[in-house]
RNA sequence: GCGCCCGUAGCUCAGGCGGAUAGAGCAUCGGCCUUCUAAGCCGAGGGUCGCAGGUUCGAGUCCUGCCGGGCGCGCCA
């Protein structure tokens, strides 16, 4: 509809030619939108009061000339002009006529374009380090990336999503002497904890697997761990004992055994994790591992490739990259004085690679703690003669719970925190999902749990599931009277469809694919759910205000046509946001 | 100290590219079930868009400075 009016403006605009404008008008500067009153019709543009000056003509003449200039299109009843110069437009039945007829004839389909057709997109989300499970925060990120995925694939984009496993590097080894001390518990050794191990419930239960799968060729005395080893925290430095340790262990387990013990650990682990996603509803096309692009030589790819421009330089035995040189704050090291790469260079080898795969635009999904990344690895896409501007960031802020009024406080290494899996199986996916998805992912988010779970009017979830509930429940009514949905009865009276709540039902109706284009240029999902929220009470309200199954054959098929539109709307909707549509509640 | 994000109704929040009288949910108050599910509908009250300047036909929206809150500023990931 809305794009049927634009080309409908440029043609006019086009038709007067240049000699009404200094310059000739661009398709950009075509802007038309919804009215907010009704009385200014379905759709304005402000077109004649941006092109006045330029013009050099008086804004309301000018919209004049340009509405004179106006072809004749069925879809519009009347272009008037009205305030300081904006054209109104006020459509004909026909084209909400037509916009019915194409949600039934297009199905799942209706709302998809083309916009974006050719574009190749990397969607990295959650991404979170395969060390514990996925907390509160990951699930609003996993939420947000999947339904920022499958807008982007609604609009023509060809979409892949992605999660990068951080299965390299010191977090990781951390991680497998955590499980291997807990192991060794249940070997009935006696150890002091370290203070910078992984806690948690989990890792004693990875460590159980480990002993099942294993058998205990991993056991080694406890006198022969702690021997020697640097102090603890925190009298001792804590990171020195643990480096000690995680040593400690490849040599008591040999390189083989140790990485065997991280293996388990790390399978398990993102076994657990692929699953919570999973039952979310939360899919990836690919799992990226950090450690094969490491043995792949991706890293030291990469790192020429910088070496070659003259972007690397060695100080204080380490290897940094100016990043400086290219919009960052500072220069970075990517190679530390003991040899071992930084995490930062393994990412900015992944960035590179994902342009080598194809992908004209690289989305990463991150937490807003990472802001800091940003332009260091933008600095090093530039670096390495990659258009910056082809890694667009979003960062999703942080999520709060409350029991009511209570804040749940969220402590991370305490094991205290609320884990994804235990939100879910409080307050279902569905609530999840929408909650997570009913804020802008750039504003902090509080989460009522209690909110979340209430089988009430309060809570916004079941707003939206119901009137698609309803729609089902008034076709299994029809159904039990003995009659039938004539389609093409109802397509062709639509006309009949006049009174306030009709009026407003078609028009919100129609939005749909607006919104799907907006939310999907603006990476902004909750916009999908606001409008969700809207159709569902102009559904509610002509539901309360019109009985839809009524005697007159035409118009009962015409109302059933928009209340089946409705249903195929809502559902469109609920699926890109992962929420069910049940048929009845 | 520097950088990024945020500040809109009692509470939680919407308000692409500057546009017409700033919206919604919850909460509060008052109505609507002999009629397709009341998990619903209708109505009312409620605002110095943090503050102060600036840009212009026009600013919640753009610019500058303050105030308040969050986050980040490692040879950690």
Same mark, same amino acid.
């Given at each position: 509809?809305?794009?049927?009016?634009?080309?409908?403006?440029?043609?006019?605009?086009?038709? #007067?030619?240049?000699?009404?404008?200094?310059?000739? &008008?661009? &398709?950009? !500067?075509?802007?038309?939108?919804?009215?907010?009153?009704?009385?200014?019709?379905?759709?304005?543009? @402000?077109?004649?009061?941006?092109?006045?000056?330029?013009?050099?003509? @008086?804004?309301?003449?000018?919209?004049?000339?340009?509405?004179?200039?106006?072809?004749?299109?069925?879809?519009?009843?009347?272009?008037?002009?009205?305030?300081?110069?904006?054209?109104?437009?006020?459509?004909?039945?026909?084209?909400?006529?037509?916009?019915?007829?194409?949600?039934?004839?297009?199905?799942?389909?209706?709302?998809?374009?083309?916009?974006?057709?050719?574009?190749?997109?990397?969607?990295?989300?959650?991404?979170?380090?395969? !060390?514990?499970?996925?907390?509160?925060?990951?699930?609003?990120?996993?939420?947000?990336?999947?339904?920022?995925?499958?807008?982007?694939?609604?609009?023509?984009?060809?979409?892949?999503?992605? /999660?990068?496993?951080?299965?390299?590097?010191?977090?990781?080894?951390?991680?497998?002497?955590?499980?291997?001390?807990?192991?060794?518990?249940?070997?009935?050794?006696?150890? +002091?904890?370290?203070? @910078?191990?992984?806690?948690?419930?989990?890792?004693?239960?990875?460590?159980?697997?480990?002993? !099942?799968?294993?058998?205990?060729?991993?056991?080694?005395?406890?006198?022969?761990?702690?021997?020697?080893?640097?102090?603890?925290?925190?009298?001792?430095? %804590?990171?020195?004992?643990?480096?000690?340790?995680?040593?400690?262990?490849?040599?008591?387990?040999?390189?083989?055994?140790? $990485?065997?013990?991280?293996?388990?650990?790390?399978?398990?682990?993102?076994?657990?994790?692929? *699953?919570?996603?999973?039952?979310?509803?939360?899919?990836?096309?690919?799992? !990226?591992?950090?450690?094969?692009?490491?043995? *792949?030589?991706?890293?030291?790819? +990469?790192? +020429?490739?910088?070496?070659?421009?003259?972007?690397?330089?060695?100080?204080?035995?380490?290897?940094?990259?100016?990043?400086?040189?290219?919009?960052?704050?500072? @220069?970075?090291?990517?190679?530390?004085?003991?040899?071992? %790469?930084?995490?930062?260079?393994?990412?900015?080898?992944?960035?590179?690679? %994902?342009?080598?795969?194809?992908?004209?635009?690289?989305?990463?999904?991150?937490?807003?703690?990472?802001?800091?990344?940003?332009?260091?690895?933008?600095?090093?896409?530039?670096? #390495?003669?990659? &258009?910056?501007? *082809?890694?667009?960031?979003?960062?999703?802020?942080?999520?709060?719970?409350?029991?009511?009024?209570?804040?749940?406080?969220?402590? %991370?290494?305490?094991?205290?925190?609320?884990?994804?899996?235990?939100?879910?199986?409080?307050?279902?996916?569905?609530?999840?999902?929408?909650?997570?998805?009913?804020?802008?992912?750039?504003?902090?988010?509080?989460?009522?749990?209690?909110?979340?779970?209430?089988?009430?009017?309060?809570?916004?979830?079941?707003?939206?599931?119901?009137?698609?509930?309803?729609?089902?429940?008034?076709?299994?009514?029809?159904?039990?009277?003995?009659?039938?949905?004539?389609?093409?009865?109802?397509?062709?009276?639509?006309?009949?469809?006049?009174?306030?709540?009709?009026?407003?039902?078609?028009?919100?109706?129609?939005?749909?694919?607006?919104?799907?284009?907006?939310?999907?240029?603006?990476?902004?999902?909750?916009?999908?759910?606001?409008?969700?929220?809207?159709?569902?009470?102009?559904?509610?309200?002509? /539901?309360?205000?019109?009985?839809?199954?009524?005697?007159?054959?035409?118009? $009962?098929?015409?109302?059933?046509?928009?209340?089946?539109?409705?249903?195929?709307?809502?559902?469109?909707?609920?699926?890109?946001?992962?929420?069910?549509?049940?048929?009845?509640?």
């Amino acid at each position: 509809m809305k794009s049927q009016l634009e080309e409908l403006l440029l043609s006019a605009l086009t038709r #007067m030619g240049d000699g009404a404008f200094a310059s000739a &008008p661009r &398709p950009q !500067t075509v802007s038309i939108e919804r009215t907010r009153d009704a009385q200014h019709g379905d759709f304005a543009t @402000n077109i004649a009061l941006r092109l006045a000056k330029a013009a050099r003509r @008086n804004p309301r003449e000018l919209a004049q000339a340009i509405v004179a200039a106006l072809p004749p299109n069925p879809l519009v009843a009347r272009a008037e002009v009205a305030g300081a110069g904006f054209i109104n437009f006020f459509l004909t039945k026909r084209a909400y006529a037509d916009e019915i007829a194409r949600i039934h004839a297009e199905g799942v389909r209706y709302g998809r374009s083309t916009l974006g057709a050719g574009m190749r997109v990397l969607v990295e989300f959650v991404s979170a380090n395969p !060390t514990g499970p996925l907390h509160v925060g990951h699930g609003r990120q996993a939420a947000y990336g999947a339904t920022l995925a499958g807008l982007l694939d609604a609009v023509g984009c060809s979409v892949e999503r992605e /999660y990068y496993v951080n299965d390299a590097g010191r977090q990781m080894d951390i991680f497998a002497v955590s499980v291997w001390l807990r192991y060794l518990e249940l070997c009935s050794e006696e150890l +002091a904890f370290p203070t @910078n191990g992984y806690r948690g419930d989990y890792v004693q239960a990875i460590a159980q697997l480990l002993l !099942t799968q294993e058998g205990t060729r991993f056991h080694k005395p406890a006198a022969a761990i702690v021997a020697q080893l640097p102090p603890d925290g925190p009298a001792g430095d %804590k990171e020195k004992h643990i480096d000690a340790l995680i040593e400690r262990a490849r040599e008591l387990l040999g390189r083989d055994g140790f $990485r065997d013990v991280l293996k388990v650990s790390l399978a398990a682990m993102l076994g657990d994790i692929r *699953s919570d996603l999973g039952e979310f509803g939360v899919e990836f096309d690919h799992w !990226t591992s950090e450690r094969a692009l490491e043995d *792949s030589g991706a890293i030291e790819r +990469a790192l +020429a490739r910088l070496e070659s421009e003259g972007n690397l330089y060695r100080e204080e035995g380490a290897l940094w990259f100016r990043a400086e040189n290219f919009g960052d704050e500072k @220069n970075r090291v990517v190679v530390r004085e003991n040899g071992q %790469k930084t995490y930062f260079a393994s990412d900015i080898a992944y960035h590179l690679q %994902k342009r080598e795969r194809g992908f004209q635009r690289l989305i990463d999904v991150l937490g807003a703690d990472h802001h800091g990344y940003v332009a260091r690895v933008r600095a090093g896409l530039t670096a #390495m003669g990659e &258009p910056g501007e *082809s890694l667009e960031v979003n960062l999703v802020q942080f999520v709060s719970l409350y029991r009511g009024t209570e804040k749940i406080p969220m402590g %991370k290494r305490e094991g205290q925190f609320v884990t994804l899996r235990q939100l879910r199986a409080e307050v279902g996916n569905d609530a999840c999902r929408l909650f997570y998805l009913m804020r802008s992912h750039e504003q902090h988010l509080d989460f009522d749990l209690e909110l979340a779970k209430s089988r009430s009017n309060e809570n916004p979830v079941y707003y939206i599931q119901y009137a698609h509930a309803r729609v089902a429940s008034v076709l299994a009514q029809l159904a039990s009277r003995g009659m039938h949905f004539d389609r093409a009865e109802g397509l062709a009276h639509i006309e009949l469809l006049k009174s306030a709540a009709e009026e407003l039902v078609l028009q919100q109706v129609a939005r749909y694919p607006e919104v799907i284009e907006t939310s999907a240029l603006n990476r902004t999902p909750h916009g999908l759910v606001h409008y969700l929220r809207e159709l569902a009470n102009a559904f509610h309200s002509y /539901y309360n205000a019109e009985q839809f199954i009524v005697a007159d054959a035409p118009l $009962r098929n015409a109302r059933l046509a928009l209340v089946i539109a409705v249903q195929q709307v809502l559902r469109n909707g609920l699926a890109l946001l992962g929420v069910a549509a049940p048929e009845s509640m």
